[in-house]
């Protein structure tokens, strides 16, 4: 590995034992830590191939300014990535999401443009708002300029198909029986789908989706309804996205908060990984996963990003007592 240049620092993560949900359920389960890529978080990999991927489209030059609608991650991945390649980042992130990361994009150097959120039939939704940005600022500037578009540039998909994939088949050692995660824009669940499948067709896989998303009533029943809400960041939509209608998918699984917050300060007490509610989700899942296969099988799933990232929220009591979600009794 060269070790001189932080892009090539995105990727060859760690594969970790959960110890206590392998041993609630029978099973070995590892988690994917993606928090310890270089912006700390599984979308580091998407912001690079799609940076990449401009400029081998020769779409954009030193000098030139990627534009991306995010819930953060994107554009922390795309942050780092941008000055790597010394380009100008502009962001368009919905205000419901977390200061912490909203913080990490300022002190990265991102023009952040916060937007209220709105569902995406809404023209003035944080992704339709970052391509028409995009649009104008493509007129005025003459280096470049490209809309990263990670929900439907299916070079997101192709990036866990590559590295994410490949890597979970090489530390596993082939012996996987099973794969879950939950879904932003598609690319992880797809690319890592597809890479496994390709190996070994009979890898099963599932979606993990939280509450309030309309994904797990489309794998069940063939249409887009969402019951409840959900707190957690980067993850459930109302839509298929050019990445999603990618992945091979067997199964699907829900989770609630609470459920996926539970797991979150377990794993806090038993295991010091601190980490944030999207991966929650993704454990559940791999739980529920675990029990369906049944004893001795070895499921892998995604552990995003860092519950960090998420203080204001997940470690507040204040803001936990207001959702009535669960408190650990540490906080
Ligand atoms: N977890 C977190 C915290 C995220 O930010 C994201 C991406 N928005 C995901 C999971 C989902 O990843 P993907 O976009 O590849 O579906």
């Given amino acids: 590995m060269e070790t001189t240049n932080i892009i090539n620092q995105i990727g060859n993560t760690p594969l970790i034992k959960l110890k206590q949900v392998s041993e609630l359920t029978g099973c070995n389960i590892y988690g994917k830590a993606e928090y310890f890529n270089p912006g700390e978080s599984v979308k580091d990999r998407a912001a690079l191939y799609i940076v990449k991927d401009a400029f081998e489209r020769k779409k954009i030059e030193k000098g030139g300014i990627i534009v991306e609608g995010t819930a953060g991650n994107t ?26 990361k909203k913080d990490i994009l300022k002190k990265l150097g991102a023009d952040l443009i916060e937007v209220d959120a709105v569902p995406y039939s809404n023209p003035k939704n944080y992704i339709k708002q970052s391509k028409e940005i995009a649009e104008d600022l493509s ?20 990036a866990h198909i590559e590295t994410t994939a490949n890597e979970i088949w090489s530390q596993t050692a082939g012996k996987i029986d099973g794969f879950t995660c939950s879904v932003g824009t598609g690319g992880t669940l797809a690319g890592v789908s597809i890479g496994l499948k390709n190996k070994n067709k009979n890898v099963k896989i599932a979606l993990s989706d939280p ?6 009533s489309f794998i069940k029943d063939k249409k887009l309804e969402s019951k409840g809400t959900s707190i957690t960041e980067g993850i459930g939509t109302g839509r298929i996205t050019k990445n999603f209608e990618k992945a091979l998918i067997d199964d699907a699984f829900q989770t609630s908060d609470e459920e996926a917050l539970n797991i979150v300060y377990d794993l806090i007490e038993n295991q010091n990984i601190i980490l944030g509610g999207s991966s929650g989700i993704n454990i559940a899942g791999a739980i529920k996963l675990a029990k369906q296969l049944g004893k001795n099988k070895n499921i892998v799933t995604i552990l995003c990003d860092d519950g960090r990232r998420y203080a204001s929220k ?18």
């Fill in 75 to 100: 554009g922390i991945g795309l942050a780092v990535v941008c000055k790597e390649f010394g380009l100008g980042l502009k962001i368009v992130i919905p205000k419901t999401q977390s200061n912490e």
């Fill in 139 to 158: 007129k005025k500037h003459n280096h470049g300029v490209v809309w990263g578009n990670q929900f439907d540039n299916t070079v997101n998909t192709k």
């Fill in 211 to 216: 509450m309030g998303s309309s994904l797990y």
């Fill in 314 to 331: 997940i470690f507040n009591k204040e803001f936990l007592k207001s959702k009535n979600l669960p408190i650990p009794k540490w906080l």
